[in-house]
């Protein structure tokens, strides 16, 4: 039994040399082009896919955050994927370490704060002092909300970090459970198996919503910025 609960989270390394650049390009190489010119199965179902989320997050766009698509449409496919990695046996999960999230999340929220301050400069500097608000707080209130404006990268990348880590840590803490209650209680084994399935399925759903929910505020930054 490993005693270690976050030992499954450290950065895989072979003399050295750390494997996340391994980690991170391996499930973008399972997306393989169509090289023929009538749609299979597969290409039409992700055809849909990249329609239906591109409709999703680019409808009230304007121009220039329409511009954005192919970004947007990169990055969710990159998170879903490393997010699913994490769900296969003795796999790393590239999400779960908060410097890879803190590296998309970060440049993303700045160049759309930088795109607003350049074509949306008085209504971005307004959101930082609500209409109508009294003189004596207007100080405190430009301070607050500067906070608040830097925080939405680092929320954006611990929301992401913490829902993943939190359902690997489950399946961890249940699978060392199963693993000693199969010596002494067999049918109390039966049912944390049962549990684990279960909790494997919803870990497939977190995967894919995780993914959505972090794109889906990259584009509400872009779309307040734009």
Not at 5 to 34: D, E, K, R, Y
Not at 210 to 220: E, G, I, K, M, R
């Amino acid at each position: 039994m490993n005693q270690n609960l976050f030992a499954s989270f450290n950065m895989p390394m072979i003399l050295g040399i750390p494997l996340v650049a391994l980690f991170i390009l391996f499930p973008t190489m399972l997306i393989m082009p169509s090289n023929n010119l009538n749609n299979n199965r597969s290409s039409s179902i992700q055809q849909w896919l990249i329609q239906l989320m591109l409709k999703q997050m680019m409808t009230n766009h304007t121009i220039k955050g329409r511009t954005w698509s192919l970004m947007l449409l990169t990055l969710i496919t990159f998170i879903t994927l490393n997010n699913l990695l994490g769900v296969m046996p003795y796999a790393f999960t590239p999400t779960t370490q908060l410097s890879l999230n803190l590296g998309m999340a970060i440049p993303l929220w700045m160049a759309t704060v930088l795109m607003g301050l350049r074509f949306k400069t008085k209504a971005t500097l307004a959101h930082l002092l609500p209409q109508g608000t009294p003189i004596p707080l207007i100080p405190m209130l430009i301070i607050i909300e500067t906070i608040s404006l830097f925080i939405q990268p680092v929320a954006l990348a611990v929301r992401l970090t913490a829902n993943i880590t939190a359902g690997h840590l489950l399946m961890h803490l249940l699978g060392d459970t199963t693993l000693i209650l199969l010596s002494t209680y067999l049918s109390s084994s039966v049912i944390t198996v049962i549990v684990i399935i279960l909790l494997i399925t919803l870990e497939l759903g977190v995967a894919l919503i995780q993914a959505y929910v972090f794109t889906l505020l990259v584009s509400l930054y872009l779309h307040n910025n734009s």
